[in-house]
């Protein structure tokens, strides 16, 4: 598992980024709002978190305009893995070659083709993407739900470190928080908790802060004792007493660009390798930390 630190204040993840010559993969964070067979010629990447989370790059072209061919390159400090055609039809291929580059060719009409990867352990991709053996224009080129271009052709896509599940997260883990992000129909921030079996029970509490406005606030897995709840700051405040089972609360932020994290376990700030972040399990650098969203 990759566990990387991040910083006090997480480099800001967004659109600014994006046409600043970067893209961020907060910039596609889910499928292009009515994407269809038949749309405009291009390809359409999105990445999805969650149970089931990846990345998908899908193509198509308007009925009767002809074929084209796409065909690409993504590369990643990662590793590739569950690669899956969408459609597969005669001659379409996606492969890893020996430098663990993901090489995919397709030849589309107005249907869809695609393909569907993770990358575990990567934090970014680069893509350089043809169609009829040109780079293709930006313009044909749409990121998540609102088809964001990117500034250049290759470009780079950066994963949010907060985005899904920790990996194998159950009841009775290693003590501490589970902190993720879930993007998609049902988008939000969950903050999880859990212990051992047998290692006694822990108090958990914490405030969060955003600068824009926390709803949507639900217990999970609610018993005697646990609270949740808003002041009139708007300030989420929790307290859970968790044994082996899990402990948590769920929430969302509208209108909101950062969020800062105040944890204790049994009264003291808690230690940053007891936080775990995203479906990597990644550690913040300190108590408080805050996360740009």
């Known amino acids: 598992m990759n566990r990387k630190i991040i910083s006090a204040a997480i480099a800001s993840f967004g659109l600014a980024g994006l046409l600043a010559g970067q893209a ?8 292009p709002d009515g994407f269809h067979r038949g749309d405009a010629s291009g390809v359409y990447i999105w990445h999805r978190s ?3 989370h990846g990345w998908h790059l899908e193509t198509t072209d308007p009925r009767g305009s002809g074929p084209h061919a796409y065909t690409g390159t993504l590369t990643t400090d990662g590793k590739f893995t569950d690669v899956q055609l969408v459609h597969p039809e005669s001659g379409d291929s996606a492969t890893i070659d020996g430098n663990g580059a993901l090489n995919y060719s397709f030849t ?5 083709d695609g393909v569907d990867f993770r990358d575990p352990g990567g934090s970014e991709i680069t893509f350089s993407l043809y169609e ?3 780079l ?15 500034a250049s052709n290759p470009f780079t896509l950066q994963e949010p470190a907060y985005n899904g599940r920790p990996d194998g997260f159950r009841p009775g883990d290693a003590s501490g928080v589970y902190l993720w992000h879930r993007a998609g129909v049902f988008h939000g921030w969950h903050l999880a908790t859990t212990d051992p079996v047998k290692t006694g029970v822990h108090s958990y509490t914490g405030t969060v802060t955003s600068d824009g406005k926390i709803v949507d606030v639900a217990l999970v897995r609610p018993e005697s004792g646990d609270t949740a709840s808003l002041d009139g700051n708007g300030t989420l405040s929790y307290s859970f007493n968790t044994a082996s089972g899990i402990d948590g609360v769920d929430f969302r932020v509208d209108g909101g660009t950062q969020l800062t994290f105040t944890l204790y376990e049994d009264g003291q700030l808690m230690s940053t390798g007891a936080i775990n972040i995203g479906d990597g399990s990644v550690h913040p650098a300190s108590d408080p930390f805050t996360l740009n969203v």
């Open 50 to 52: 969650g149970v089931d």
């Open 108 to 112: 589309t009409y107005s249907g869809i």
């Open 136 to 150: 293709m224009a930006t313009s044909n080129i749409n990121l998540g739900d609102n088809s964001h271009h990117p």
């Open 132 to 134: 009829d053996g040109s």
């Open 24 to 31: 961020l993969a907060d910039g596609a964070p889910q499928r």
